[in-house]
């Protein structure tokens, strides 16, 4: 078992309540009679706060069109998975033997989640001031800048692009299915070009899947 007090270290808090910090690293998977779902929960709604408050500050001059992409950006899968990897978040989660074996401690959604958890576990002992500050400089020191251009990369207007100019014709994005609890659903697009599947994505949205979609489509396509 590993010993959270290095990530304590990094993140520069101490809990009080250890059973706390547990709990936000213990995957349900473990087999516990508590995991890190109701605290990843919050954490997602403190962090949704903590970025669009920040980012008003930030740009005082930008509309909400801007300022609610550039914080869509930032608050998904993949920017907590970055900022969680910063963490080495991945070395201090509780998995059962058959997650950890399926390479667990790097999975996305897992790192994202445990991320959150942690944030949530912060924000109910410390309160949102301490979250903030944690989670503000941890942003910072992953993305040096924040801004539209650097942080919002549209891949489906790329792949549409790329593939006007090389096939003459725009891809088709179906849908090919759902899975888990209403809160918490998980969407899988596949990206379909000439009658062939190009790429496959799952995300907690239809256009975050399109988007990771088309970004591993772009990747294949200019091999």
């Not at 980012?55 to 509309?63: A, G, H, N, Q, W």
């Not at 576990?121 to 979250?131: D, M, R, S």
């Amino acid at each position: 078992m590993n010993n959270y007090s290095h990530l304590e270290r990094r993140l520069n808090y101490t809990f009080q309540d250890k059973q706390l910090i547990i709990e936000a690293l213990t995957h349900k998977s473990y087999k516990k009679p508590y995991n890190n779902e109701r605290l990843e929960f919050l954490g997602d709604a403190v962090l949704d706060l903590i970025v669009g408050e920040y980012l008003f500050s930030k740009f005082p001059k930008s509309d909400e069109g801007i300022l609610s992409k550039i914080r869509a950006s930032l608050v998904n899968e993949s920017g907590f998975t970055l900022l969680a990897r910063e963490l080495k978040l991945g070395n201090y989660i509780y998995l059962s033997l058959a997650e950890e074996n399926n390479n667990g401690r790097d999975k996305p959604s897992l790192l994202s989640n445990a991320f959150e958890a942690v944030m949530g576990a912060i924000y109910l002992e410390a309160g949102l001031e301490t979250v903030k500050e944690i989670s503000i400089k941890l942003l910072e020191e992953c993305h040096p800048k924040i801004d539209l251009q650097s942080l919002s990369k549209d891949y489906k207007t790329a792949l549409q692009e790329l593939t006007q100019a090389t096939h003459g014709v725009t891809p088709n994005y179906e849908m090919l299915g759902s899975s888990g609890p209403d809160h918490k659903k998980e969407f899988e697009i596949a990206i379909v070009l000439d009658g062939k599947t190009i790429a496959k994505a799952k995300g907690k949205s239809k256009k975050e899947a399109q988007q990771k979609a088309a970004q591993i489509a772009l990747k294949e396509l200019k091999r």
